[in-house]
């Protein structure tokens, strides 16, 4: 039994695989493989998994649980093999490789496809070779005691299905590979472009006076759980160090992110309301996010003015404003008490991830010629 440091490493090779048929047809029957005693998949232990020729498998049953690209196909080699990852989960591999049309073996029908079982429930999926002719494809899905799951065979892509709990009724589809936590002891710490380290205690971010990095600072102050992002918006550049005590390959980590830009201040050109047909703004309406604050300038830029409640207030801060509503709900008369420069200037401050401003459009009062 091999033990490996990435699930990558496992399906890498098959050296360390028992060859169960070796080139030898198996058409419309199943191959009967042994099973294990630490995996349940709808509430029966999986001592034996079922592999058929038609491109299926069942876990404990002689039945279509597993389904990928479910057709008439050819079964030519089938291997078989257990290990453990990080020396802590145990798994059993199971390699299916054939052609997905029955006596048509090509290379433009050549499949092969991987199941890999973890003992905590997990079933991955690997693709490492499926047909692009829609002609040679067929459905795929995973069949539970709580519905089906579909999904899509793509040569190099990997699946998984996570249990919702301990009787493999259940699961949840995911688009990617396992995620374990490593069962090491391991660390985090922070630096930043100053080479200054940091750690965190009761959520606070701390700096150390030690410069060197060793095994023995991440075990003195190192933390167990990566740190929270908003504890790095205060560093230039931050890292986040990682160590464990294994010789083992890091695992891999997976990271969700969001950026949201500063906000950003627009500003329009000066309207020239002096012509003799204006006589004033009857209302101002804008198509924008609900996050966009506005202010109005009557000299050009020179003092900017926002109106509350029918009453104006000068504005001291360039990224302030009213919102859209009240901007909306400014008055004839609020515009008379202001309007009389014949100048009119807009300031936007467009801020959060989904802010936009399309347009402001100006009604005005006039005269008929």
Known sequence: MHDYGTIEDI?????????????????????TVTGVDWFVYNEKTASTLYVSGNSWMGFGSNAEQLQIVRRDTDLMTLRREEGTLWGNYRFLRIRWEGYSVHGNRTDATRMIWEVLLFDNGVICVSFEKIPTNSSYLAE??????????????VSGKMISFKPKDETGKGFVYLDHAPVFLDP????????????????????????LEETELCAELFET???????????????????????????????????????????QVIYSENIDMSDSTILGIEKVTADCSDTVLFAVSFDNGESWWSC??????????????????????????????????????????????DGYVKSITTDYLNTEE
């Not at 008369?333 to 936007?348: E, F, H, V």
């Open 221 to 263: 102050y190192g933390v167990q759980d990566i740190p929270d992002g908003k504890l790095l918006l205060s560093l230039t550049d931050p890292t986040i160090l990682y160590w464990h005590d294994s010789q083992n390959r890091f695992p891999e980590f997976q990271v969700k992110y969001s950026g949201v830009p500063v906000a």
């Open 140 to 153: 795929s899905k995973l069949v539970t005691g709580e519905g089906n799951l579909s999904f899509t065979a």
């Open 11 to 31: 399906l890498s090779s098959t050296e360390n695989m028992t060859i169960l048929r070796n080139n030898s047809l198996q058409d419309d029957g199943t191959d």
């Open 184 to 207: 090491y002891n391991r660390r985090y710490l922070i630096t930043d472009a100053d080479h200054t380290i940091y750690t965190v205690n009761d959520g606070i971010l701390t700096s």
């Open 308 to 353: 509350i409640d029918s009453r104006w207030y000068r504005l001291s801060e360039e990224k302030s404003g009213m919102s859209k509503t009240a901007l909306e709900a400014v008055g004839v008369d609020s515009w008379a008490d202001m309007a009389t420069t014949g100048q009119l200037k807009y300031r936007i401050v467009i801020s959060g991830a």
